[in-house]
């Protein structure tokens, strides 16, 4: 689903919600203080979960699972770091 400026679902001209095909997003208490429901298209996928917080000198090691687009529509893909030394 396309939100837009005012955090509302974007309508298409037939007045049905834009959907991101494919997309998924993560939801947290951050950006949605109050529950709120699932778009039509929506699903969802798992559970509910916690936060995982890293505390101060500790680490977290991620792997990216498909290409970003930065705002430059630079695509970057994602890396296998089990190659990389550190």
């Given at each position: 689903?396309?939100?837009?400026?005012?955090?509302?679902?974007?309508?298409?001209?037939?007045?049905?919600?834009?959907?991101?095909?494919?997309?998924?997003?993560?939801?947290?208490?951050?950006?949605?203080?109050?529950?709120?429901?699932?778009?039509?298209g929506?699903?969802?996928?798992?559970?509910?979960?916690?936060y995982?917080?890293?505390?101060?000198?500790?680490?977290?090691?991620?792997?990216?699972?498909r290409?970003f687009?930065?705002?430059?529509?630079k695509?970057?893909?994602?890396?296998?770091?089990?190659?990389?030394?550190?």
């Open positions: 689903m396309i939100i837009g400026a005012d955090k509302k679902p974007v309508l298409t001209e037939f007045n049905q919600v834009k959907v991101l095909q494919g997309d998924v997003e993560i939801r947290t208490a951050d950006g949605y203080s109050e529950p709120f429901p699932l778009y039509p929506e699903q969802l996928v798992g559970k509910i979960e916690s995982l917080i890293v505390s101060q000198n500790q680490a977290i090691r991620l792997t990216a699972t290409d687009e930065d705002k430059k529509l695509v970057i893909k994602p890396i296998n770091l089990s190659f990389m030394k550190f």
